[in-house]
T-cell receptor
Framework: DQQVKQNSPSLSVQEGRISILNCDYTNSMFDYFLWYKKYPAEGPTFLISISSIKDKNEDGRFTVFLNKSAKHLSLHIVPSQPGDSAVYFCAASLLNYNTDKLIFGTGTRLQVFP | KAGVTQTPRYLIKTRGQQVTLSCSPISGHRSVSWYQQTPGQGLQFLFEYFSETQRNKGNFPGRFSGRQFSNSRSEMNVSTLELGDSALYLC???????????FGSGTRLTVV
């Protein structure tokens, strides 16, 4: 049972345009969401997070939106750059349940072309 | 500040053997988690250790085990290896002050 889903395995965007990566979840108890970026042969690196009490969090070119009623979050990258080409994982957590366990989606491979 | 260190980086084992992977977390981080990454499955949670105690466990068979030492270093062991165990095994550490994992580069295990 996949509690966190990234239904698009890949996304191709032109440099300078907006990249939108989507993530859906099924457990309404999740209270913290994170996005990680992963380059080949490296471990995932933390990108941005959002608490369930917010609906938007912004950090430079990266913005995460959370729609709790739809159990949906998205990551917007504006403007997209070739260096953003990587696999992006969304993850959800039960932060208030004394655990650091994260449930990850299957990832979306983003390719930014010139 | 040193990151999360995983050793070895690459490993080839045959079916039926056992393997031990090592993870050294960031200094001061007391929580260490292990994940398995396979194509199409994403990152799947194996287990989490905090102060030498297993705090959470994923849905993996008992062949997968782990432990954490007093210096927060962690090991993961897989016994009776199967072909399907071939994957990238990632370790991540976190502190209670800053929620958000820092991952190591992983150990690529190939079972032949």
């Amino acid at each position: 049972d996949q509690q966190v889903k990234q239904n698009s395995p890949s996304l191709s965007v032109q440099e300078g345009r907006i990249s939108i990566l989507n993530c859906d979840y099924t457990n309404s108890m999740f209270d913290y969401f994170l996005w990680y970026k992963k380059y080949p042969a490296e471990g995932p690196t933390f990108l941005i997070s959002i608490s369930s009490i917010k609906d938007k969090n912004e950090d430079g070119r990266f913005t995460v939106f959370l729609n709790k009623s739809a159990k949906h979050l998205s990551l917007h990258i504006v403007p997209s750059q070739p260096g953003d080409s990587a696999v992006y994982f969304c993850a959800a957590s039960l932060l208030n349940y004394n655990t650091d366990k994260l449930i990850f989606g299957t990832g979306t491979r983003l390719q930014v072309f010139p | 500040k040193a990151g999360v260190t995983q050793t070895p980086r690459y490993l080839i084992k045959t079916r039926g053997q056992q393997v031990t992977l090592s993870c050294s977390p960031i200094s001061g981080h007391r929580s260490v988690s292990w994940y398995q990454q396979t194509p199409g499955q994403g990152l799947q949670f194996l287990f989490e250790y905090f102060s030498e105690t297993q705090r959470n466990k994923g849905n993996f068979p008992g062949r997968f085990s782990g432990r954490q030492f007093s210096n927060s270093r962690s090991e993961m062991n897989v016994s009776t290896l199967e072909l399907g165990d071939s994957a990238l095994y990632l370790c991540a550490s976190s502190s209670s002050d800053n929620y958000g994992y820092t991952f190591g580069s992983g150990t690529r295990l190939t079972v032949v």
